[in-house]
């Protein structure tokens, strides 16, 4: 793994403005990511989440303010420069995003080959050992087509934190699976990110996931990341809004819903 920069920092987004056809998306974000934080980012559909992500993969550029990865900032590098730095990180794309035309195997060992300088030997070694970690390990030669969405889920992830990055980013990792496959895919990626010890930043509209994937949840609202803290310290705000948000669907930590905790009281 490669050093950070001198403030010991991973990710520095400051004062973040975005807006597309004079409609504003994000309106001064402000997160800092540490090496080896695990950190959700959670929020409402449409409250800029996706914007956030590709601002952090340089996809695109602030009307205002600036992004830094690693002490340098994005808008100012060059191409090769900006390829570069994007080396150093991972991102799981929701569905999987694989290559349909090729294998579960080509499909990650694509990754490696154009992010790392493992050798072959080596690569086909990290294939078989992180699709077995992740309860695949018969799939090496499937086509996405041949797999559940769970598995294509798991696959995607395998194949963004492959390439050992120092910064992994996760576009909602469990959307659409079952409660039992998430926490299954939640666990296997924090497993995995221990192993190679990269930090996590997982976008989620799901309370439920984003307090299972991290102790420390950041939340954002209308374009503004409005509180950051563990469960209790947001509760303790007692912000209406993020009260509501957190309660709305009964979820506490330690997996019971309200409603079971009043069968099990």
């Known amino acids: 793994m490669q050093s950070t920069n001198e403030t010991g920092t991973i990710v520095d987004v400051v004062d973040f403005h975005k807006s597309y056809e004079g409609r504003s998306v994000l309106s001064g974000v402000n997160l800092t990511v540490h090496p080896g934080?695990?950190?959700?980012?959670?929020?409402?559909?449409?409250?800029?989440?996706?914007?956030?992500?590709?601002?952090?993969?340089?996809?695109?550029?602030?009307?205002?303010?600036?992004?830094?990865?690693?002490?340098?900032?994005i808008a100012l590098l060059g191409r090769e420069e900006r390829n570069a730095l994007l080396r150093r990180v991972g991102m799981a794309f929701q569905l999987g995003a694989l290559f349909d035309f090729m294998t579960v195997r080509e499909n990650i060992l694509f990754a490696m080959e154009n992010m790392t300088n493992l050798t072959a030997y080596d690569m086909e070694e990290r294939v078989h050992r992180m699709l077995a970690s992740v309860n695949l390990p018969a799939a090496a030669r499937k086509l996405p087509s041949e797999l559940s969405g769970g598995m294509r889920r798991r696959v995607g992830i395998v194949r963004a934190?492959?390439?050992?990055?120092?910064?992994?980013?996760?576009?909602?990792?469990?959307?659409?699976?079952?409660?039992?496959?998430?926490?299954?895919?939640?666990?296997?990626?924090?497993?995995?990110?221990?192993?190679?010890?990269?930090?996590?930043?997982?976008?989620?509209?799901?309370?439920?996931?984003?307090?299972?994937?991290?102790?420390?949840?950041?939340?954002?609202?209308?374009?503004?990341?409005?509180?950051?803290?563990?469960w209790e310290e947001l509760h303790n705000l007692h912000d209406p809004w993020i009260t509501h948000f957190l309660d709305v669907r009964g979820y506490k930590p330690g997996g019971r819903t309200e409603q079971e905790e009043t069968k099990y009281a």
């Open 37 to 73: 934080e695990h950190l959700s980012i959670l929020g409402p559909g449409g409250c800029g989440k996706s914007t956030l992500l590709k601002g952090l993969l340089g996809l695109i550029s602030p009307d205002s303010g600036h992004i830094s990865l690693f002490g340098e900032n």
């Open 161 to 230: 934190l492959a390439t050992s990055p120092d910064l992994a980013l996760l576009d909602e990792p469990t959307a659409g699976l079952d409660p039992v496959t998430s926490a299954v895919v939640i666990d296997m990626i924090h497993k995995l990110a221990a192993e190679i010890g990269s930090s996590l930043l997982c976008v989620t509209s799901s309370v439920e996931v984003a307090f299972t994937f991290a102790s420390k949840v950041a939340i954002l609202h209308e374009g503004r990341l409005v509180a950051k803290g563990t």
